[in-house]
Each structure stands twice: as structure tokens, then as C-alpha cells.
């Protein structure tokens, strides 16, 4: 071998290793954008970004090791999801996964039209704008769908059961909710057909949810319903507190109310529905388009019950309702 090819042949040699950490280097980074506070304050928002790690893992990749994920989080304060969502714009990720509600995933598409964007909503995809349709979404755009607002009549079936005399039904909703007016829409047409009356109670900040308890006083009602609302989820304690102090019946859209003292909830698995937003992050790091993948629909419904809460404002639960319970808290 002649002398300039072997030191050729050692200098490629040499780069080798250099040449495959470089590539080892190279991980797609993933956007995780939430309205949420961080996972190390709030013991849900940790149970949702275990979750959603763990439908990521099922999908093959791991944080850290083939993926990278920034988080963003808004502490529940939506006015600050438009600046978090361009700052990881920036940062070009390589797709961004919006929680929390519609209010993020909209944020997110706002910020971008070519980034591809996993969200998780309790709205209407369709009726908020974030999709063409369920099942071709069309844009760069799509992700798992709770049936959360879809299920406020369920909840009211449940209501009328518990409280089967009841002729007033409160219905707590943030009005700045993009499925809100679907939502009282669909309470107050199922009150009537049952011959109750809905009262509806609005509130979007802490003083006005006090206010809304002020107006329990003054109207009464025999039952509460808590529309889904991830500002309600970030206040849970102050609404639950709220419902023991009237000693009204409530029920909620979320097994962490119930945790948190909350007398009764009936909606989607939202742990299940973050584990499906992760096998979609990963589906798309794979090359699928968020186009072609239809909005998924959390079909995991819980019925949690607090037999210590309903104890504690002397309520007899139904043995019908106990019976079809997924948990007893007691």
C-alpha cells in the first residue's frame, strides 16, 4: 500500500467515531405546550406527562435518548400560550404537542402552518377550526378528542338519578370556552325534556367561580354540573370546596375532582387520551402526516365515586349507580 493512501486511509478511519457521534447527536425535538403548570407543581399534570411518555415509548422513542422534548408550560394562564408557542416555532421542533384544552392547540396553530401539531381537546375539533373533518383533518393538524363536552348530557341523565326531585340544575361554565355555547345549548335542551330548569352559572378567574357560589345562595339548586374546562381543573379544590359548602350534589368532568373531594365525575380517561397523543407524536416522527391520521375519539369513559363525600352531605347513592362505578373512593 502506498504511503498517501494508508495515511488516507487512517484519517477516514479517525472521523469515524466523530462522524457517528454527530449523527448520535441529531434528535427530533418535540414541543410539549401546555396551559398546565409544571409537572414538578401539579400532581395531574405529572400523571399527563407520564402518560404521554409512555404512548411515546410505546411508539419507540424515548426522551432522551432518540427524542428531545421541550416542555412549555403556561401555569394556567392562556394569554401566555401564543409566546410559548412561537418560542418552540423558534427553537424549530420537529412537531409540537398542544394540551390542556383547545385554547393551546389553537395557540400552536396560530404560531404555524407547516409544523406538524398533535393536540389533545375536550371541544369540537371541527367546530373550533382545528381540523377540516374527524376523520381527513387536512391540515397540519390533528390528535385525540375527549368527549368531554359531549357527555355534559350524560351528566345530567347521572344528575337525575342522584337527585331524581331536583327542578333546578346549576351548570358552571367558562363562557370563553370555544365548546361553551355547544355545551349550555345541549344542557338546556336536555333540562327541558326532563322538565328541569338549567341555571347557568359563568366564571372564567377565581373571583368570579367565588361569585358563581354567591349565586348558588340566591337562586338555589338542587344539583351542580361542572362544564370541562381546564381552568375548573387548575381550580378544582376552590370548586369543590365550594359544592361541600352548599351541600349540593356536583359532578364533574374529571376523576381529579373526585380525588380532590369531589362527590362524583363521568368523562373520558384523560391519562389514556395523553398515552394516544403520544403514540401520534410518534406516528408522525415515523413520517406519517398529521393529514392523513384521523382525530382519535378517548373512548375510555370513568364513572369515580366519593362515598365519603356523599356521606358527608347525606346523600343515598343509587346501588344502580354504585354497581356500574369504575372506582369507589371511600
Known amino acids: 500500500m502506498r504511503r498517501r493512501d494508508f495515511i488516507t486511509l487512517l484519517g477516514g478511519a479517525a472521523a469515524w467515531p466523530l462522524a457517528a457521534r454527530a449523527q448520535q447527536a441529531v434528535m427530533p425535538v418535540i414541543g410539549f405546550l401546555s396551559i398546565y403548570p409544571a409537572e414538578k407543581f401539579a400532581p395531574e399534570t405529572q400523571l399527563y406527562a407520564v402518560a404521554f411518555r409512555k404512548g411515546l415509548s410505546e411508539a419507540g422513542f424515548s426522551d432522551g435518548h432518540n427524542v428531545t422534548i421541550e416542555y412549555r408550560w403556561a401555569e394556567n394562564q392562556p394569554s401566555r400560550l401564543p409566546v410559548l408557542a412561537a418560542e418552540l416555532v423558534d427553537r424549530k421542533v420537529a412537531l409540537i404537542v398542544a394540551t390542556g384544552g383547545s385554547v393551546s392547540a389553537l395557540a400552536a396553530k396560530a404560531a404555524t402552518s407547516t409544523i ?50 331536583a327542578s333546578n340544575i346549576g351548570l358552571l361554565v367558562n363562557p370563553n370556552n370555544a365548546g361553551a355555547a355547544a355545551e349550555i345549548s345541549d344542557v338546556e335542551a336536555a333540562a327541558r325534556a326532563m322538565g328541569k330548569q338549567a341555571v347557568m352559572l359563568r366564571a372564567s378567574t377565581e373571583r368570579e367561580i367565588e361569585m358563581a357560589s354567591a349565586a348558588l345562595v340566591r337562586q338555589p339548586v338542587q344539583g351542580l354540573l361542572i362544564a370541562a374546562d381546564t381552568i375548573f381543573e387548575g381550580r378544582r379544590n376552590q370548586i369543590v370546596e365550594l359544592a361541600a359548602q352548599q351541600a349540593v350534589p356536583a359532578i364533574y368532568f374529571s376523576r381529579q375532582f373526585v380525588a380532590a373531594g369531589g362527590l362524583l365525575s363521568y368523562g373520558s380517561s384523560i391519562t389514556d387520551g395523553y398515552r394516544q397523543a403520544g403514540l401520534y407524536a410518534g406516528r408522525i416522527l415515523k413520517g406519517d402526516k398529521p393529514a392523513d391520521l384521523p382525530v382519535m375519539q378517548a373512548t375510555k369513559i370513568e364513572l369515580v365515586i366519593n362515598l365519603k363525600t356523599a356521606k358527608a352531605i347525606g346523600l343515598e347513592l343509587p346501588p344502580t349507580l354504585l354497581a356500574r362505578a369504575d372506582e369507589v373512593i371511600e
Open 116 to 165: 406538524p401539531i398533535v393536540f389533545t381537546t375536550g371541544a369540537d375539533p371541527v367546530a373550533v377550526g382545528l381540523v377540516a373533518s374527524l376523520n381527513r383533518p387536512g391540515g397540519n393538524a390533528t390528535g385525540v378528542a375527549f368527549l368531554a363536552t359531549a357527555l355534559a348530557t350524560k351528566r345530567l341523565e347521572i344528575m337525575s338519578d342522584l337527585a331524581p326531585k
